[in-house]
T-cell receptor, first 114, second 110 residues
Framework: NAGVTQTPKFQVLKTGQSMTLQCAQD?????MSWYRQDPGMGLRLIHY???????DQGEVPNGYNVSRSTTEDFPLRLLSAAPSQTSVYFC?????????????FGSGTRLTVV | AQRVTQPEKLLSVFKGAPVELKCNYS??????LFWYVQYSRQRLQLLLR??SRESIKGFTADLNKGETSFHLKKPFAQEEDSAMYYC????????????FGQGTTLQVKP
């Protein structure tokens, strides 16, 4: 099993450009989420989804859009890139079992906006 | 408000010394607490979750609801333990989202 796959691994954008970060999971997990990782700030939740067709905002949603048309995919769209969006982005999928939630993270996308 | 605080940005110890990475949380219900580890520029890996009460790589963590803490401990640090450690909280409701602390870099010197 691939687990959680993120593409691309690296990306450089110019200010104002748009792009989509891809995230796919093959574990049939119900929940998926996007985080950004910045030095000294830990990981902050951008958007999350509790199932296909259902998404909600996290702590830092401005400038990002998501959709969840299938259980497997949860793309993150940057509408008009800004230097403040330079970060490492992680996608995660999770499930709930009797022992709590199990989370699996992707390997990350390192984005630089110039 | 839900919050996770890791007061130390950097913890530096010598090999063989005990390690304690601090984590405090704020949550009104019954949280589920996790410790994640991230080795240099790699993906986050689950180290521990309080509900399973297991020990991984010699690390343990006990949830103290009175002090709202979930400190990570290891009696004898190894050089391969050098990494970034994140404490995280998941609420009791079914949302699948994690609240992370700021992270603590553990540096184990030879």
């Amino acid at each position: 099993n691939a687990g959680v796959t993120q593409t691309p691994k690296f990306q450089v954008l110019k200010t104002g450009q748009s792009m989509t970060l891809q995230c796919a999971q093959d574990m049939n997990h119900e929940y998926m989420s996007w985080y950004r990782q910045d030095p000294g700030m830990g990981l902050r939740l951008i958007h999350y989804s509790v199932g296909a067709g259902i998404t909600d905002q996290g702590e830092v949603p401005n400038g990002y859009n998501v959709s969840r048309s299938t259980t497997e995919d949860f793309p993150l769209r940057l509408l008009s890139a800004a230097p403040s969006q330079t970060s490492v982005y992680f996608c995660a999928s999770s499930y709930a079992d009797t022992g709590g939630y199990g989370y699996t993270f992707g390997s990350g996308t390192r984005l630089t906006v110039v | 408000a839900q919050r996770v605080t890791q007061p130390e940005k950097l913890l530096s110890v010598f090999k063989g010394a005990p390690v304690e990475l601090k984590c405090n949380y704020s949550y009104s219900g019954s949280p589920e607490l996790f410790w994640y580890v991230q080795y240099s520029r790699q993906r986050l890996q689950l180290l521990l979750r309080h509900i399973s009460r297991e020990s991984i790589k010699g690390f343990t963590a006990d949830l103290n609801k009175g002090e709202t803490s979930f400190h990570l401990k290891k009696p004898f640090a190894q050089e391969e333990d050098s990494a970034m450690y994140y404490c995280a909280l998941s609420g009791s409701s079914n949302t699948g989202k994690l609240i992370f602390g700021q992270g603590t870099t553990l540096q184990v010197k030879p």
